[in-house]
């Protein structure tokens, strides 16, 4: 079975230009996050879909950042435009969905190898 | 609201030495706590995972992780490392239930340098 994979590894980026970050969940998984690490800081939430909808964006830092996931399936992640501070690892993860309240099994999320944005 | 500590943020062994990496967390919820690897240039692994029952875990490649409430601490050990366990390490809770929220909360991360 495929993991969550995450395209592209690697980008690098003028200052102002625009780009698109892609994840392709686990099949089947209805929960979809997407997460950041910039600079060497910890890992930042950024947003989560169930499914087609946005469950919680908090963690979006500014109108410059657009997710979008169509069709429940993949998602983008768009940044335009892109400012130096966006430089980071930009970590996909999926997971199962939810029975109820409880999180079956400690419902295991599983990350992609992140996508390496560089704005310079 | 969920906050995770890591104590070190780099932590130098020499190899076939026991290496102990701390977390510390706190939460107004119930949580599942997870220790999460990340090697050079590759993603995040999962390497263990406390959900309930025994408080010691074990995990993949040698690793095991003790959870203590009292304490709120679920601090990631291995008896002898190798120069392959160079990595960082990160410690993560999450909400048992989804009224708690779907974040996983992440600590700042221990860099592990194993020397030969």
């Known amino acids: 079975e495929a993991g969550v994979t995450q395209f592209p590894s690697h980008s690098v980026i003028e200052k102002g230009q625009t780009v698109t970050l892609r994840c392709d969940p686990i099949?089947?998984?209805?929960?979809l996050y997407w997460y950041r690490r910039v600079m060497g800081k910890e890992i930042k939430f950024l947003l989560h879909f169930v499914k087609e909808s946005k469950q919680d964006e908090s963690g979006m830092p500014n109108n410059r950042f657009l997710a979008e996931r169509t069709g429940g399936t993949y998602s983008t992640l768009k940044v335009q435009p892109a400012e130096l501070e966006d430089s980071g690892v930009y970590f996909c993860a999926s997971s199962q969905a939810s029975t109820g309240l409880v999180f079956a099994s400690g419902n295991t999320i599983y990350f992609g190898e992140g996508s390496w944005l560089t704005v310079v | 609201a969920q906050s995770v500590t890591q104590l070190d943020s780099q932590v130098p062994v020499f190899e076939e030495a026991p290496v102990e990496l701390r977390c510390n967390y706190s939460s107004s919820v119930s949580v599942y706590l997870f220790w999460y690897v990340q090697y050079p240039n590759q993603g995040l692994q999962l390497l263990l995972k406390?959900?309930?029952?025994?408080?010691l875990v074990k995990g993949i490649n040698g690793f095991e992780a003790e959870f203590n409430k009292s304490q709120t601490s679920f601090h990631l050990r291995k008896p002898s490392v190798h120069i392959s366990d160079t990595a960082e390490y990160f410690c993560a809770v999450r909400p048992r239930l989804s009224t708690g929220g779907f974040k996983t909360i992440f600590g700042a991360g221990t860099r592990l340098f194993v020397k030969a």
């Open positions: 099949s089947g998984h209805d929960n």
């Open positions: 406390y959900l309930s029952g025994s408080t």
